[in-house]
């Protein structure tokens, strides 16, 4: 039976969460998603229908995977993360299905290339993040976007390929008036009035 901490969790009778995975406190799984052996699923998490989490993803506290999300092994989402409807990742920057004399691939074959998604961050529906990335700290990835580069921290990118846009409040909206100094930015959101926002 799988890992699940003492305090109250739910999993659907539809998902499905193979024994040796370790499931956090108060984690909700709806149905049919699918969460493989070895993957780390920390607590009050959301995790949406139809998501895939496999083997060796690891995912923190606090964060909300909306429906029919895939999380392929070497990605990494540190706390309080937003990932939108449909958004996929991807583990291998040199995908075959058969080796170069034509035998059908084994896990011994693939070259899995690791993905960090940082504290906060937030990744809009049906974005494509390319492995090998870092989404920094609080960024935001528009919908729809394909993410081929790093995202900086306090970023806005959006499009084919994702490109800077702005910068980004802990709020989610656009900061105006922006300055950058040393590991600080500084700027204007129209909830929250004059942010500083340090850089890690």
């Known amino acids: 039976m799988q890992e699940r901490s003492a305090v109250t969790s739910y999993i659907h009778p539809l998902a ?11 984690t909700r799984i709806w ?10 699923i920390g607590a009050m998490c ?18 909300k995977i909306q429906n029919h999300v895939s999380l392929f092994e070497g990605v990494t989402v540190e706390d309080g993360v937003f990932i939108g409807p449909h958004v996929c990742f991807t583990n291998d920057l040199y995908p075959r299905a058969i080796t170069p004399d034509g035998q059908l691939k084994g896990s011994e074959d693939w070259e899995i290339t690791p993905t960090l998604v940082k504290y906060g961050a937030s990744i809009g529906a049906n974005a494509v993040v390319v492995c090998g990335v870092t ?9 729809g976007s394909v993410v081929t580069k790093d995202v900086a921290p306090y970023t ?13 409040c802990r709020c989610a909206r656009r900061l105006s008036s922006v300055t950058k100094d040393a590991n600080v930015l500084i700027g204007m959101c129209e909830i ?9």
Request: one cysteine or more; charged letters at 15%.
């Open 31 to 40: 149905r049919h998603a699918h969460v493989r052996a070895s993957a780390t």
């Open 16 to 26: 499905e969460v193979e024994e040796g995975a370790q499931i956090g406190a108060g």
């Open 156 to 168: 806005l990118v959006l499009g084919n390929p994702a490109r800077f846009r702005g910068y980004i």
């Open 192 to 200: 929250c009035g004059w942010v500083n926002l340090h850089f890690e």
């Open 135 to 143: 989404i920094g700290t609080f960024a935001l990835v528009g919908a």
């Open 46 to 63: 959301n995790i949406g229908k139809g998501v895939y989490v496999e083997s060796h993803v690891h995912i923190g506290a606090r964060v």
